[in-house]
């Protein structure tokens, strides 16, 4: 079935896609990191982008069936497929992709036009209060480490940064933030484990003021007795955190792992509903087949993704910008 002459053509069109890709694409190791970061959803996208065009001329139906399963499958989500596809067919039918190069652009137009409206970076004001940012999200969705990433990056922007250990649930949790807090010089208010997370961020958020802190970064417990218990929890500490200022938390940002798929959206639609999400930070994308899980939070919810987790290094987080993270997605590997 895979003949020579085939493999040939595959090789081919792989180079096409990367000739596209080199036009528009920044440079850079950032780029690079997210590229190879994202080389495995990539590699789905990709790949099967590149093997559609294996024995065939013209794209028709069948090309379009196989684009459509590579999507599915890199969890690109129903909806955002439909989308996608029923523009390429569009198109077909005006004559409009007559070759690869013209395919891939489509795609790239198509996939832009998804994540674009979700592509708002956090913008940090200047305000008489500190910023609180609350974290929210699953246990090991990452909110611990995103904080480490954030906290090192305000602190880069010439930022005062304080941490508030909410995270009470588990005993290590505390401590661990705590000793990286010392490590990194970076206050971090706690109690002891078992303490009420609302009254641990009312202390941290009362230190903060008294100490002309810019961004207090709250964590929280992911994982309770209950979903219930966890969002009954979670609204506590809002309604705490409103009382001493009743314009934060000025971000409720919600951390999650691309790598549980389509499970993903259901888990931010919930959050978002007891809660009100202002901002997601997709974690893990290193690693993962299915960073396609972006395309579906973008299509089902109007909430920004502020941050993309690429590695558990302290480095390892980019801001979200549609247009890089497309053309991450469309850049084959070792290329
Ligand atoms: N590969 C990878 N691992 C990550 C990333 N973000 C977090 N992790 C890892 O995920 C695990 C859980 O992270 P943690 O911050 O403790 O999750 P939390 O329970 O939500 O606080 C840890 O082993 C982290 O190193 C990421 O972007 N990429
Ligand atoms: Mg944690």
Do not use: C
């Not at 599915?72 to 955002?80: C, F, P, Q, R």
């Amino acid at each position: 079935m895979f003949g020579f002459r085939k493999k040939k053509e595959k090789t081919a069109s792989a180079e096409k896609v990367t000739e596209v890709n080199k036009k528009t694409k920044k440079s850079g190791a950032l780029f690079s990191k997210l590229r190879s970061g994202l080389s495995k959803t990539g590699n789905a996208l990709t790949s099967g982008m590149t093997a559609v065009f294996i024995g065939t001329k013209k794209i028709d139906d069948e090309t379009l069936e196989d684009l459509e399963t590579n999507l599915l499958i890199a969890d690109v989500g129903m909806e955002a497929t439909q989308q996608i596809i029923d523009d390429l067919m569009h198109r077909i039918d005006n004559k409009e992709l007559k070759d690869v190069d013209s395919l891939i652009n489509a795609m790239q137009e198509n996939m832009l036009k998804i994540l674009q409206p979700v592509s708002r970076p956090l913008v940090i004001e200047k305000r008489p209060e500190p910023t609180v940012i609350l974290m929210i999200g699953i246990n090991g969705a990452g909110k611990t480490t995103t904080i480490g990433k954030l906290a090192k990056r305000f602190q880069a922007e010439g930022k005062s940064v304080m941490l508030a250990a909410g995270d009470t649930f588990r005993a290590a949790a505390v401590e661990q933030l705590q000793v990286w807090g010392e490590r990194n010089k970076i206050p971090v208010i706690a109690q002891g484990t078992g303490a009420d997370t609302a009254s641990v961020i009312y202390d941290a958020m009362q230190s903060a003021k008294a100490n002309n802190v810019d961004i207090l970064l709250a964590d929280t417990a992911g994982r309770l007795h209950t979903q219930d218990n966890l969002m009954e929890e979670l609204k506590k500490v809002k309604r705490v955190i409103q009382k001493l200022d009743g314009n934060a938390p000025h971000e409720i940002m919600l951390v999650i792992d691309a790598s549980i798929g389509q499970n993903a959206l259901i888990q931010a639609q919930q959050f978002n509903k007891m809660l009100g999400v202002t901002g997601i930070t997709v974690t893990k994308l290193d690693g993962t087949a299915k960073g396609g899980i972006l395309f579906a939070i973008a299509q089902n919810l109007d909430i920004a993704i502020r941050f993309i987790g690429v590695g558990e290094g302290i480095d390892d987080l980019q801001t979200f910008d549609a247009k890089e993270f497309v053309q991450a997605l469309l850049t084959p590997p070792d290329h």
